[in-house]
């Protein structure tokens, strides 16, 4: 709540997307990685479902700006800036079956961003990226064959292209269907 007073609301939903779309890359990476690696059964079997990743980046990010010493975790002391790993071991006792990549790869896009190692990504990349991402996305289902609402893919048989075929052609020679 506090940040987004400091940083606005524009500014929260332009972190808020860096840091979906870092976590998301991330992740893809290290999977990717892992493919090639002896865990490639599992990884290859691996969804990242949620909002955990970016809130994991958050909690990265903010830890980098706050100044202290360092947090109070139970029994000990922690470092404000490590404070993102302890809970994501802590997360993964409790919850064995949790995103343990999806949450790693939230961490990292929180350094990165903290670190300023994306800081060519202005409004514009940030809107082209969005704008590709959706495009990606959509096309994507409808590939997959998933049913889009607001897309419709019709295939078309044999009779029914000959008659488009056919309609063409007579359109190309000067006649025109009203």
Not at 110 to 135: A, R
């Amino acid at each position: 709540k506090d940040v987004e007073h400091k940083i606005g609301a524009l500014g929260y939903f332009r972190l808020t997307f860096s840091f979906l779309i870092l976590s998301i890359f991330f992740q893809q990476f290290i999977h990717a990685f892992l493919a090639q690696t002896r865990y490639r059964d599992t990884t290859l079997h691996m969804i990242g479902v949620g909002y955990s990743c970016v809130v994991f980046a958050w909690m990265t990010w903010i830890s980098l700006m706050t100044s202290g010493d360092s947090l109070d975790f139970v029994f000990f002391k922690v470092p404000y800036n490590l404070s993102p790993f302890i809970s994501l071991v802590v997360t993964q006792m409790i919850i064995p079956r949790v995103d343990f990549v999806g949450h790693l790869s939230g961490i990292i896009a929180g350094y990165w961003q903290g670190w300023g190692l994306n800081s060519w990504l202005c409004d514009y990349w940030l809107t082209q990226v969005g704008i590709w991402t959706i495009i990606i996305f959509v096309a994507s289902m409808v590939w997959s064959g998933k049913q889009v609402k607001f897309v419709e893919v019709c295939s078309l048989s044999e009779d029914e292209r000959r008659q488009l075929t056919a309609l063409d052609s007579s359109s190309t020679q000067g006649t025109s269907f009203v």
